[in-house]
């Protein structure tokens, strides 16, 4: 099969949890059939999820970047966008507060929704005008509680 046959599906936060967890599972389903670009913050985690899906059949990409960089997201897209268009941007990014005591500070609040909320409006910005050019895509929001912990 070849490469414009194949499903691109895009993960970012796929270092761990939800996101990892749905990489290897289109890649179980999709297979030699699925391109994946995986992102996080840094590809330490993102290999362990790159081996598990590429074991699979799958093409896997992994990229690090801080999605909260207008400049380094949309340099990105170009990228991701010119190596095939794209079926499904799963944004996934999160980080959490980490607060031992449940009661975040100023700070902790800030990082978290400089992270989870607008990191994924840019990154999402970003792919979108990629995803408007061909006509097609679907883009999927994802995030969890947990970013604030009680």
Known sequence: MTSAAKKHIVISGA??????ALAVCWSEQLRENLRLTLLATTTDN???TQQLCTSNGSFVDVYAVDI?????SEALANIIAGQQSIDIAILNSGISSDSAQGLETGE??????????????VFAN???????????GK???INSVSAFRS
């Open 108 to 121: 902790q609040i800030q990082a978290v929704i400089n992270t989870n909320l607008t990191g994924t409006i």
């Open 15 to 20: 270092s761990r949890g939800l996101g990892a």
């Open 139 to 141: 883009m999927v929001f």
């Open 68 to 72: 909260k960089n207008q400049n380094e």
């Open 46 to 48: 993102l290999t362990n």
């Open 126 to 136: 970003a792919l979108a005008a990629h995803m408007q050019q061909s006509g097609d």
